[in-house]
């Protein structure tokens, strides 16, 4: 009988962490271009509450771990326009986006880039 009520107790804790631990995965378009982008964007998401961020330059989406405790979505594409970046909801302020390395500077018009084939 002690074993069961040791083994419920354990069993209650496990539950009620899980119940508090908001854990979301989010994927966010994220405008950038190069391995440097990827390189900022995600230094820019070390913070508490974000246990894993991951750009894709081809696809131009973030896909960002997090506790919805610590940090919100919204905060987090803050964290991201901040570093120079457009994302759906925060535009980069120009000064962020004008301090970032030339090949990172990607079209901000909202037009297809036509890239060139060296």
């Not at 905060?75 to 925060?90: E, L, S």
Request: charged residues 25%.
């Amino acid at each position: 009988m002690k074993v069961f009520r040791f083994l419920s107790v354990v069993a209650l804790t496990f539950i009620g962490s899980a119940v508090f631990a908001q854990t979301k995965t989010d994927k966010i378009n994220v405008s950038g271009n190069c391995g440097m982008c990827k390189k900022h964007i995600e230094t820019a998401l070390k913070v508490p509450g974000v246990s894993a961020a991951d750009w894709d330059k081809k696809t131009k989406v973030l896909t960002v771990t997090y506790d919805a405790g610590k940090i919100t979505n919204e905060q987090v594409q803050q964290k991201v326009a901040a570093a120079g970046y457009d994302t759906p909801k925060f535009k980069a302020d120009e000064k962020a986006y004008n301090s970032l390395d030339e090949c990172c500077q990607y079209d901000r018009s909202g037009k297809a880039s036509k890239s060139k084939t060296h």
